[in-house]
């Protein structure tokens, strides 16, 4: 008999159809987050159509993709949302939306408690309002605290508060997950990547190696909290934490944005990492035929991280928070947590497109 291939195998050659398909559905905002990776603010005037998502939607489930993180800018800021939503599960694809809590209204709330396959995420970059406003503006915390009520108030069950973990809120995880607790959700925790507007704030967001250690502690405590792979790099500092504990940009997970454009990372909306257009290819197609995506499933090379006894544990790390700071893709993560990270300020890519709304990048010192 043969034997199967090990998962990190399959995972390294790219599976069949992404589990994770991350669909950005609109750049407008009502928020101007300094970390937001997409820079969301403004609607882009060629974002797909009504009938072009339905069309998509076909396509996923006919691809057979697990789960799609639907995100934005805010998504509820499409009329067409919840229909595009309620198309998605009548084709039995999963969704998982993420949302400042603008759309999330009682009466939301109540029709979220009846839709089975629908997961909301509610972001909040705080404990508190005064650490979350920093980041994500005055008001957004008691914003996404009255969406949380409201989802518990409904009896949502498959709520989840999302953070991205910074240097202001990495001591206060054990808070963040009694917020969540208290309102019948779960936690999810994002690692800050230096993208979008996160390029001009992350030297002042990013954790310190004191922080890496902490957070890497307690999520090994907690594994019952999410991360979406986030955290890999930190397995260097001892145990593994869960899930595949590689970079899997174009092999297990991809972005679609706005105007239809297939990303290979959730975390890099940059011409670097674009597969295509969906408006010219059909997804299974790009997926399978992208030179951009088959050049990231060959052989990873070690690079200067090869002679590192940790390199089986996190593998280098995280692809886009290398390409955003300059750094080699084939060396180490700019937040190696063995300080591995090459010295000096090397020159980073530009960003991408900047759907930012004036004066939105505030200082958060």
């Known amino acids: 008999m043969r034997a199967e291939a090990p998962i990190a195998d399959l995972v390294a050659r790219g599976l069949r159809a992404p589990i994770c398909l991350t669909w950005e559905v609109t750049f407008a905002c009502n928020l101007a987050c300094v970390h937001c990776l997409s820079a969301s603010g403004r609607r882009d005037p060629r974002e797909l159509t009504t009938a ?8 996923i489930g006919d691809l057979g993709v697990f789960y799609v993180n639907v995100g934005g800018g805010e998504p509820t800021l499409r009329r067409d949302f919840f229909d595009l939503v309620d198309a998605a ?51 957004s915390y008691a914003l996404a605290r009255r969406a949380l009520d409201a989802l518990g108030a409904a009896g ?18 054990d808070a963040l997950a009694a ?11 994002t690692r800050l990547r230096p993208a979008g507007r996160g390029t001009a704030t992350w030297e002042q967001l990013r954790l310190s190696a004191a922080d890496q250690r902490l957070v890497h502690a307690w999520l090994v405590a907690h594994p019952e909290v999410a991360t979406g792979d986030s955290f890999f790099h930190l397995s260097a500092l001892g145990p593994a934490l869960a899930g595949l504990n590689t970079c899997g940009a174009g092999r297990v997970v991809a972005l679609i944005d706005p105007v239809g454009d297939l990303y290979a990372c959730p975390f890099a909306i940059h011409e670097r990492f674009r597969a295509g257009s969906l408006r010219e290819q059909g997804l299974g197609d790009l997926w399978r035929t992208s030179p951009v995506l088959r050049a990231l499933r060959t052989a990873e090379a070690a690079g200067a991280c090869a002679t590192c006894g940790a390199y089986d544990a996190c593998h280098g790390g995280c692809r886009a928070a290398k390409f955003f700071t300059g750094l080699d893709e084939a060396g180490p993560d700019p937040e190696c947590a063995l300080g591995a990270a090459p010295p000096g300020a090397p020159a980073r890519p530009r960003p991408g497109a900047d759907h930012s709304r004036p004066l939105v990048v505030r200082s958060v010192r």
């Not at 917020?179 to 925790?189: F, K, N, Q, S």
Request: glycine share 10%.
């Open 52 to 59: 072009e998502a339905r069309r998509l939607i076909d396509q």
């Open 156 to 173: 949502v069950s498959t709520a989840s508060v999302s953070t991205v973990v910074t240097r202001a809120s990495a001591s206060q995880l």
């Open 179 to 189: 917020l969540a607790h208290d309102r019948g959700a779960r936690l999810r925790l």
């Open 89 to 139: 599960v009548s084709r039995g694809i999963g969704i998982r939306f993420s949302t400042n809590g603008w759309g999330i209204t009682p009466a939301v709330a109540r029709r979220l408690a009846h839709w089975p396959g629908v997961d909301v995420q509610v972001s909040l970059d705080g404990a508190d309002a005064a650490t979350n406003d920093r980041i994500r503006g005055p008001g």
